[in-house]
């Protein structure tokens, strides 16, 4: 069973004042922060993302380097057969929920929205098989619009820091967007991504050579983990 989130505090006031201190840090520890999917347009974005449930970024990069040449438009996924759909797609794991939502998702794209992804979150979430955290991908990495996309390890370090008292992912969303400038919320949640995978793993962050580990309130504490 998953471990309960512990309950915490957080002061707004003081998690903005952290953010101000952290963020230059990040900032410089990751300039290249951005999505590691590759893509040509919103729908591939779309695509891509939908593949990325449960799934390894190269892993997806490595199917759609293939499927993106076999189906171009979302015409040629909506018309492709559901089984020919898995089979290509089978290697990033669920194929069979993922291709059900990528050929409905480019059916009511086709049907709805002219053939073109909408730009909007509430568009977005309309189509089937896209929550709001794959909304809020598509949105800041293909529209350049700001979103903040609340993975694992976005919840994970925004609770560490004192970001957010939030697990659940839209509260933790809107939590960030109050203490977070518009500008950075993409930015900030790719750099984030990073730096869990290198310094703030789920069991053994690295908080020794943690380069913001001077303002994390969780630092060298397991019982703030
Ligand atoms: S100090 Fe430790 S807990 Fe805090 S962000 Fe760094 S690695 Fe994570």
Not at 151 to 170: A, F, G, Q
Not at 172 to 184: Q, S, T
Request: proline share 6%.
């Amino acid at each position: 069973m998953a471990k309960k989130a512990t309950k915490i505090k957080v002061n707004k006031a003081e998690a903005a004042k952290r953010v101000k201190k952290i963020w230059p840090i990040l900032e410089t520890t990751y300039p290249d922060a951005k999505s590691a999917l590759n893509f040509r347009n919103p729908f591939q974005m779309l695509i891509s993302t939908i593949l990325s449930a449960q799934c390894t970024d190269a892993r997806v990069n490595m199917v759609t380097s293939k499927v993106f040449k076999k189906y171009k438009s979302p015409a040629d996924w909506a018309k492709a057969d559901l089984k020919d759909i898995e089979s290509d797609i089978r290697s990033t794991g669920f194929y069979h929920n993922k291709a059900v939502s990528i050929k409905n998702a480019s059916k009511a794209i086709i049907e709805k929205f002219d053939g073109s992804v909408p730009d909007t979150l509430e568009d977005l979430v309309t189509l089937p098989g896209v929550g709001r955290k794959t909304a809020n991908v598509v949105l800041g990495n293909a529209f350049g619009k700001p979103a903040i996309a609340c993975d694992t390890h976005v919840i994970r370090l925004s609770r560490r820091l004192r970001l957010s008292e939030n697990s659940d992912p839209v509260k933790l969303e809107f939590d960030l967007a109050e203490i977070l400038p518009e500008r950075i919320w993409t930015v900030f949640s790719h750099s984030l991504i990073l730096h869990g995978r290198k310094y703030c793993r789920a069991r053994k962050p690295d908080c020794a050579n943690c380069p913001i580990s001077g303002y994390c309130p969780a630092a060298n504490n397991p019982d703030l983990w």
